[in-house]
T-cell receptor, first 114, second 112 residues
Framework: NAGVTQTPKFQVLKTGQSMTLQCAQDMNHEYMSWYRQDPGMGLRLIHYSVGAGITDQGEVPNGYNVSRSTTEDFPLRLLSAAPSQTSVYFC?????????????FGQGTRLTVV | AQSVAQPEDQVNVAEGNPLTVKCTYSVSGNPYLFWYVQYPNRGLQFLLKYITGDNLVKGSYGFEAEFNKSQTSFHLKKPSALVSDSALYFCGRNTNAGKSTFGDGTTLTVKP
């Protein structure tokens, strides 16, 4: 029972490089989202998707792109990495986007931009 | 402004003692509130949620939370803390737009 799987677990990028953080879930969840976690700032929503083909911006979307071509996958793309994007990134999914639905989180990707 | 807040960055408690991790909210209407726990190098795990009804909600690992509308609080509690409860705890809520917002987190340290 895999749940939410994120790859890679660790990544070091040079400023200006691009990369894609992968997220896959096997629970047939409609709703998926990306967060970044920074010390003292909790989790901040980057982008989210309420279903395949539908994405929207969260609280801190600048510098990130997403797409949702399938129910299972929700990759996060950094187009030109900056040191300010050094963070731990979490992907989450939930059965739907109802107010009373809890989220399932991946184990995170620790990204360092030098 | 945050709609949920965790007023304490750090909580320290001795093993066997009761623990409380505080959360307050500022939401009009029904506040759908959640508690999650994050162990080192892991993602968040759902503990419990308040939707409506009973003000005392029971969750995983012996945790419970008390919803108090007059004090706009949703504190996480456990009668007897374990060293293994040491972790980072987040209070959160879902908005009607399907987004989740979280407090800044509280680090719980349980000492033997």
């Amino acid at each position: 029972n895999a749940g939410v799987t994120q790859t890679p677990k660790f990544q070091v990028l040079k400023t200006g490089q691009s990369m894609t953080l992968q997220c896959a879930q096997d629970m047939n969840h409609e709703y998926m989202s990306w967060y970044r976690q920074d010390p003292g700032m909790g989790l901040r929503l980057i982008h989210y998707s309420v279903g395949a083909g539908i994405t929207d911006q969260g609280e801190v979307p600048n510098g990130y792109n997403v797409s949702r071509s399938t129910t299972e996958d929700f990759p996060l793309r950094l187009l030109s990495a900056a040191p300010s994007q050094t963070s731990v990134y979490f992907c989450a999914s939930s059965y739907d986007w109802g107010q009373y639905t809890e989220a399932f989180f991946g184990q995170g990707t620790r990204l360092t931009v030098v | 402004a945050q709609s949920v807040a965790q007023p304490e960055d750090q909580v320290n408690v001795a093993e066997g003692n009761p623990l409380t991790v505080k959360c307050t909210y500022s939401v009009s209407g029904n506040p759908y509130l959640f508690w999650y726990v994050q162990y080192p190098n892991r993602g968040l795990q759902f503990l419990l949620k308040y939707i409506t009804g009973d003000n005392l909600v029971k969750g995983s690992y012996g945790f419970e939370a008390e919803f108090n509308k007059s004090q706009t609080s949703f504190h996480l509690k456990k009668p007897s803390a374990l060293v293994s409860d040491s972790a980072l705890y987040f209070c959160g809520r879902n908005t009607n737009a399907g987004k989740s917002t979280f407090g800044d987190g509280t680090t719980l340290t349980v000492k033997p």
